[in-house]
């Protein structure tokens, strides 16, 4: 399975960015996609995920209400819609698909 993800970028405190992962190849393997992110100096953590064989959701405490993840036409595309961004949302943001399938990760950059 490979990953492609786009949307990160630059964005002042209070705006908004969504990102996209796309799946492709052996995605009949995958039961849930997800995204994660990384902050400079701190461990991963995760962010949201979406179950496709449960059509359930998650998202850490930091996020909710803030952050949207849902899928695209097909069942191997996902997005997550971030709105009212803070700082402490930088990172570099991965989409993991199933249970080890990982993007190249995209920079969110978010200004004070």
């Known amino acids: 399975v490979q990953l492609v993800e786009s949307g990160g970028g630059l964005v002042q405190a209070g705006g908004s960015l969504r990102l996209s992962c796309s799946a492709s190849?052996?995605?009949?393997?995958?039961?849930?996609m997800g995204w994660y992110r990384q902050a400079p100096g701190k461990d991963r953590e995760g962010v949201s995920c979406?179950?496709?064989?449960?059509?359930?959701?998650y998202y850490a405490d930091s996020v909710k209400g803030r952050f949207t993840i849902s899928r695209g036409n097909t069942k191997t595309t996902v997005f997550l819609q971030m709105n009212d961004l803070k700082p402490e949302d930088t990172g570099v943001y991965y989409c993991?698909?199933?249970?080890?399938?990982w993007g190249q990760g995209t920079q969110v950059t978010v200004s004070s």
């Open positions: 993991k698909a199933g249970p080890n399938y």
């Open positions: 190849g052996r995605t009949f393997t995958i039961n849930a």
């Open positions: 979406l179950s496709i064989t449960e059509n359930s959701t």
